[in-house]
C-alpha cells in the first residue's frame, strides 16, 4: 500500500508530498512521530522555536473498520518536559488520514507571528487556509466554524486558545464520529508546538478517498472475528461500553491509590459519587449516551456523552484520569462539576490531567480551598483568559510548583502523574519514572497487570514488557484497551498487520519494534540531556507514606536503572 | 590556626560544634561549601525538602583587615538550577564568623512550618532564637529590629518574604559596615532554601572574639603593601572608588554587549542616563557616598549609597548588574528609577539581576510595555506581596519565558544571564555556558580579559584559566575585583595565605585547588542530571543577530564540549 508523507513548511516554502521512504514503510503511528523526530530535531532546539518537527500519523493499520485500530499520534520535542512527545488519540482523523493515503503531516518552520493557518487536506491534495477569523477561538466555536466551511463530515485537528498562547499544558483535539472535539492529543503540550508554528487546525475531508487493503476479503472476515471476540470478552464487551474507563476507579480507590488533595491520600471519601456505576446511572437516567464509540469501527466503545440533568450535552467523554485529577485530586466529588471543568479545559484546549494535578499544587500552595469549585471553575477560565494565573496554571503542575516553593509536586521529568499513585501501584511508578514522556500511564499502565501492586519486587520484567507492547501498539494504532484481547492473542495482531498491509511481521518481530522505537525515543531525551537522574519519581513519595496503606514508593534503584538493559543489547538503527 | 564547623539541625536535633575535619582545613567560602555539598548532599533531592544542606562558609583567609578578603559564601543544591549552587557576598558576616573561629555554619532539615528562627552566633556559642515576631517582614525592617535586639554591631545574615515564600529567585542579605542588609548572595534562590528550613536569619556577634593570624607581624606587613598595591593602580585606586561597577556600563554599550529590552539590542539609547559618569555626578552632587567599602578594610571601595535629590538614603550600592537587567533591559534609563527598584527587590529579598531579566521576558511577552516605571515597580512590589503573578515573576525568567510561550529567554541551566549579552562578548558566553552555576558572569567575566570579545576562537583557554583563578579567590574570600593586582601578582596570594593561615601554597597549587572545586561542582551537578546539553546558550542566540553589532554567538560547539577536558585529568578526590 503506497502512502505519503506531506511535509509543511510554514515558513512560507510550501507544501511538499513524498512517497514514505522505503525504511519508513512499515511504521505508523507513534513509531513514525518519534523516528522522524529522533532523525530531524535538533535535540537542543527549543520546543517552541521553528526548528522543532511537528509530526501527526495515523497508526499503521488506520483506514479499515478494524474495531479500535483508527487511533492517531502526534509527537514534537516537548514544551513540558523538553524530551520527545508522543501523544495519541481517538476520534476520526486517523482513519481520513489513511482512507487518503497519508502516512504522516510533518510541519517545520512557523507562520509570523500573529498568523492563524489551516491546512486542508484532501483528495485534490494539501493546501494552507488562512483562518484568521478564528484566532483566538475556542475549540468548540472553531470545530463549528470549520464544519460549517469545509463541510460536516471533515475530520478536525484542532488547537485551542491555550495553544495560541504557547502553553506547556495545550492539548491538540480531534473530532469524533459525531464531530465533537474532544479526543485529545493531551500531554506534552503539542498544541502549543501547533501554536508556535501558527497553525491552528488541520481540515482533513476524506470524501471520494477510499482505502485498499492488501487483503480486503480476509480484512472483512478478520474486522468480523475482531469485534467478536472483543465483544465475547466481559471487559471489552461489557464494563467498557457500560462504565466507561471509570470502571476503574472504585477498584483504584480501593487499592488506596486514587489521587486525593495533591496525592496526600490515595482513597477519597467521595469516590462513589465519582465511580463508573454513578457516571452510568447518571447518563442513562439523564438520556444520555454511554457505549459511545470514538473511532470509527470501534465496538469496544469506553466512550460517553455526559449530559446535565435537563439531558443537555455537556462534555463527550467524561474519562477516568479526569475524573481522578480534576475530581478526587481537587477534593470534588460530583461528577456534574468535573464535566464541567472537563468541558471548559477541553475548549480551552489543555490537558485535563496536567491542569487538574497543577491545580491540586496550588490549592496545597494555599490559593484555593480544596473543595472549592466555583474557584476552581473561575481558575480553568483563566487559562484560556489568559491572565497571568491562567498562564501559569498552563504551564503545568512543576511549575506551580516552583511558584508556590512546594517539593510535593506528583511530576517526572516535567509532566504530571495520572491517576494512580505508584506508592499503591508500584508498577505505575516504574511506567511514570521510565517511560520516555515523563508521567504517563498509558507507556504501560501495569494496573493492568496480574501481580499484587503493592510488591516493589517483582514487577520490572512484567512492566518493561508492558512498554515494548505498548509502543508496538501505538505505532500500528491499535488501542490498548484492546489488550485483553489482542495481547492475549497476538496472532490477531500479526494477521492483522499481514491482511492490510501484507507485512508477514510476527508478534515477536513486533516486540522488537517496539523495543526500537523505545530505543529512538531514548536516544533523544540523551541527546536533548536526559540521565538516569530523571527516572525518578519526586522524593516525597519515597519518604512520605500514603494513607490509608502506609506505602512509600520502594522499588529498589537498582530496578529503576536495569529497566533500560536492553539499550545494550544492539546498536541503536 | 583551629576552626569550627557547626553543625545545626532545624529539625529540632540540636546543634552540634565540631573541629574542621583534617581533609577541610585548607578550605573555606565556595571550596567549602562546595565540597561540604558534594560529598553530603544527594544531588537527586528536591533543593526545598529537608534533605538540602545549607552551607555558610567565610572565605579561608577572612578575619583580618586585609583588603577585599573578607567575602562570605553560602551553597546548597540550588532551586533555580537544580545543580549545585555558590554565591559570594561583601559585608561584615566573614569578618565576624572568621573572628568567631567559624569555618562553615551547615544547615540540615527544616523546622515546621510557620516557625521562623534564627541562629545566633557569638562567643557563648550559637543558639537558635524564635524570630516569630519576624515572620514576612522586609529585610531593612528586620535587620533593624535585629540589631535593635541583638545590639547595634551584630553582622546579619537575613532571608526576606521571598525567601519565606521559598521562590526560586530568592537570595540571602549580609549587612554592610554601616548595618544596611544590602550585599546579596544573590543567584540561584538560596533564600529559598533558607526559607524551607524556617531560618530567617543568622545573627553574629564577634563582640570580645578575635582572629590571630599565623604570622600576625607579617600579616600587619601584609595588609599595609597590598593596601598601597590596590591603591596605586588607576583602576582600583581611583576608577572603582570613584564610579563603581559601573564604570564598566559605558564600555559594554560601546561593545555592543548591554542587554536592552530583554536581550533584543547590545547598545541602549539612554545609556548615558545609567553610566558610571552619571552616577559619580549624582551621588556626589546630593551628598551620597561613593567609595564606599562593602567589607571591613576593603580599600577598593567600590560601593555606595545612593541617595535622592532630597539626600536621603535610597539604597546602599547601585551596582552595574543591576543598572544593565533592571535598567537598559527593560527599557528604564533613570538612575533614580533602577535605585528604587533596587531597593524594592533588596527589601523583599530577591536577586536584582534574575529579577530583571524576568521582567524583561514578560515585557517580551507582552504582559507590559518596556520603559514603563510604575507598572515595573507594581509588579516588583507583587512579588513581595506573594501574589500569583508576584509568585511566577520570583520563579525567574525561565519559569516567565514558559508562562508565555517564549523561546528567547536569556538563561542557562534556568538562571538568568548577568548584564553582557555573550552574543558581543563571547568570553562570557563561554563563562555563562560551562559553569556549573548557570549563566553566572562571576564565575569567569572574560571581559577583564585582553583579547578581542568578538573573536570566538581564542577564549578557550583564557577563560578556562579565569574559571580556576575564580574559583581560587571565591575559596580564599579575596574579592574578583583585586584581580589586576592580586592575579597579576600573585605572590600576594601566596604571601597572603601563608602569613594567615601558615600554610605554605604555592600559586599553582592554588590553581590546582581551583580545579579540583570545579571538578566537585561538576561532578555533582552530573550525579544531579546534568551533560553536556545543559552547557549551551539558548538557540535564539546562535541564530539571532544582535544589533547593531549583528554579532551571534559563533564559538565552536567543540569548543563549549572541550572545555572540562580537564575533568580527565585525574581521578575526583
Known amino acids: 500500500v503506497a502512502r505519503k508523507i506531506v511535509e509543511i513548511d510554514l515558513s512560507g516554502h510550501g507544501i511538499r508530498v513524498e512517497e514514505c521512504p522505503e525504511d519508513l514503510?512499515?511504521?505508523?503511528?507513534?513509531?513514525?512521530?518519534?523516528?522522524?523526530?529522533?532523525?530531524?530535531?535538533?535535540?537542543?532546539?527549543?520546543?517552541?522555536?521553528?526548528?522543532?518537527?511537528?509530526?501527526?500519523?495515523?497508526?499503521?493499520?488506520?483506514?479499515?473498520?478494524?474495531?479500535?485500530?483508527?487511533?492517531?499520534?502526534?509527537?514534537?520535542?516537548?514544551?513540558?518536559?523538553?524530551?520527545?512527545?508522543?501523544?495519541?488519540?481517538?476520534?476520526?482523523?486517523?482513519?481520513?488520514?489513511?482512507?487518503?493515503?497519508?502516512?504522516?503531516?510533518?510541519?517545520?518552520?512557523?507562520?509570523?507571528?500573529?498568523?492563524?493557518?489551516?491546512?486542508?487536506?484532501?483528495?485534490?491534495?494539501?493546501?494552507?487556509?488562512?483562518?484568521?477569523?478564528?484566532?483566538?477561538?475556542?475549540?468548540?466555536?472553531?470545530?463549528?466554524?470549520?464544519?460549517?466551511?469545509?463541510?460536516?463530515?471533515?475530520?478536525?485537528?484542532?488547537?485551542?486558545?491555550?495553544?495560541?498562547?504557547?502553553?506547556?499544558?495545550?492539548?491538540?483535539?480531534?473530532?469524533?464520529?459525531?464531530?465533537?472535539?474532544?479526543?485529545?492529543?493531551?500531554?506534552?503540550?503539542?498544541?502549543?508546538?501547533?501554536?508556535?508554528?501558527?497553525?491552528?487546525?488541520?481540515?482533513?475531508?476524506?470524501?471520494?478517498?477510499?482505502?485498499?487493503?492488501?487483503?480486503?476479503?480476509?480484512?472483512?472476515?478478520?474486522?468480523?472475528?475482531?469485534?467478536?471476540?472483543?465483544?465475547?470478552?466481559?471487559?471489552?464487551?461489557e464494563k467498557f461500553p457500560k462504565y466507561g474507563t471509570a470502571m476503574t476507579l472504585m477498584n483504584v480507590n480501593k487499592l488506596g491509590g486514587l489521587p486525593t488533595r495533591n496525592f496526600s491520600a490515595g482513597s477519597f471519601e467521595g469516590a462513589e459519587g465519582l465511580s463508573g456505576d454513578r457516571l452510568y446511572e447518571t447518563i442513562s437516567s439523564r438520556g444520555g449516551q454511554y457505549a459511545h464509540g470514538c473511532m470509527p469501527g470501534c465496538v469496544i466503545r469506553c466512550s460517553n456523552k455526559y449530559v446535565d440533568p435537563a439531558g443537555k450535552a455537556v462534555v463527550g467523554s467524561l474519562d477516568f484520569e479526569t475524573i481522578g485529577l480534576l475530581g478526587a485530586n481537587l477534593g470534588l466529588g460530583d461528577l456534574d462539576q468535573v464535566a464541567e471543568l472537563n468541558k471548559l479545559c477541553n475548549d480551552i484546549g489543555v490537558d485535563t490531567m496536567e491542569t487538574g494535578a497543577a491545580l491540586g499544587v496550588l490549592a496545597e500552595g494555599g490559593l484555593f480551598a480544596f473543595g472549592d469549585f466555583p474557584r476552581v471553575r473561575d481558575l480553568i477560565q483563566e487559562i484560556g483568559q489568559g491572565t497571568p494565573l491562567g498562564r501559569l496554571i498552563g504551564s503545568g503542575a512543576a511549575a506551580c510548583g516552583r511558584a508556590y516553593g512546594l517539593d510535593r509536586v506528583p511530576t517526572v521529568k516535567g509532566q504530571s502523574m495520572a491517576a494512580y499513585d505508584p506508592r499503591a501501584i508500584k508498577g505505575l511508578g516504574l511506567t511514570y519514572a521510565l517511560s520516555p514522556m515523563g508521567a504517563d500511564h498509558t507507556a504501560g499502565n501495569a494496573i493492568t497487570l496480574a501481580v499484587d501492586p503493592t510488591d516493589p519486587r517483582v514487577q520490572l520484567e512484567a512492566v518493561r514488557e508492558l512498554h515494548w507492547k505498548y509502543t508496538a501498539l501505538d505505532t500500528l494504532g491499535i488501542c490498548i484497551f484492546t489488550g485483553r484481547v489482542s495481547l492475549a492473542n497476538p496472532e490477531l495482531i500479526e494477521q492483522a498487520v499481514r491482511v492490510i498491509t501484507g507485512w508477514a511481521a510476527s508478534w515477536a518481530e513486533l516486540l522488537e519494534l517496539g523495543k526500537r522505537i523505545l530505543h529512538r525515543e531514548r536516544d533523544f531525551n540523551r541527546r536533548a540531556g536526559f540521565t538516569a537522574a530523571h527516572d525518578r519519581l519526586p522524593g516525597f513519595m519515597l519518604r512520605e507514606a500514603l494513607p490509608p496503606n502506609h506505602e512509600v514508593f520502594d522499588v529498589p534503584q537498582a530496578d529503576l536503572d536495569s529497566f533500560y538493559d536492553f539499550d545494550r543489547e544492539g546498536q541503536l538503527d
Chains 1, 2 share one sequence.
Open 25 to 237: 514503510r512499515l511504521l505508523g503511528g507513534r513509531g513514525l512521530t518519534s523516528t522522524s523526530i529522533q532523525r530531524e530535531t535538533d535535540p537542543l532546539c527549543h520546543p517552541l522555536a521553528p526548528e522543532n518537527l511537528l509530526v501527526i500519523a495515523p497508526g499503521l493499520l488506520a483506514g479499515t473498520g478494524l474495531s479500535s485500530a483508527n487511533r492517531l499520534s502526534a509527537g514534537a520535542k516537548s514544551p513540558l518536559t523538553g524530551g520527545i512527545k508522543e501523544a495519541n488519540s481517538g476520534g476520526t482523523a486517523a482513519f481520513k488520514l489513511a482512507r487518503l493515503g497519508i502516512a504522516a503531516l510533518k510541519f517545520r518552520g512557523a507562520a509570523p507571528r500573529g498568523r492563524c493557518l489551516g491546512l486542508r487536506v484532501s483528495r485534490e491534495g494539501c493546501r494552507l487556509e488562512d483562518l484568521g477569523f478564528l484566532a483566538g477561538k475556542g475549540i468548540y466555536q472553531t470545530a463549528e466554524a470549520l464544519r460549517e466551511r469545509f463541510g460536516a463530515r471533515v475530520g478536525l485537528i484542532i488547537a485551542g486558545p491555550a495553544g495560541e498562547m504557547r502553553m506547556s499544558t495545550a492539548c491538540l483535539s480531534v473530532t469524533d464520529p459525531e464531530g465533537e472535539p474532544c479526543r485529545n492529543l493531551g500531554r506534552g503540550g503539542l498544541g502549543a508546538v501547533a501554536g508556535a508554528k501558527g497553525l491552528k487546525a488541520v481540515i482533513i475531508d476524506d470524501e471520494g478517498a477510499e482505502f485498499r487493503p492488501h487483503d480486503p476479503e480476509a480484512t472483512k472476515a478478520l474486522i468480523r472475528d475482531f469485534a467478536a471476540r472483543l465483544k465475547a470478552h466481559p471487559v471489552t464487551g
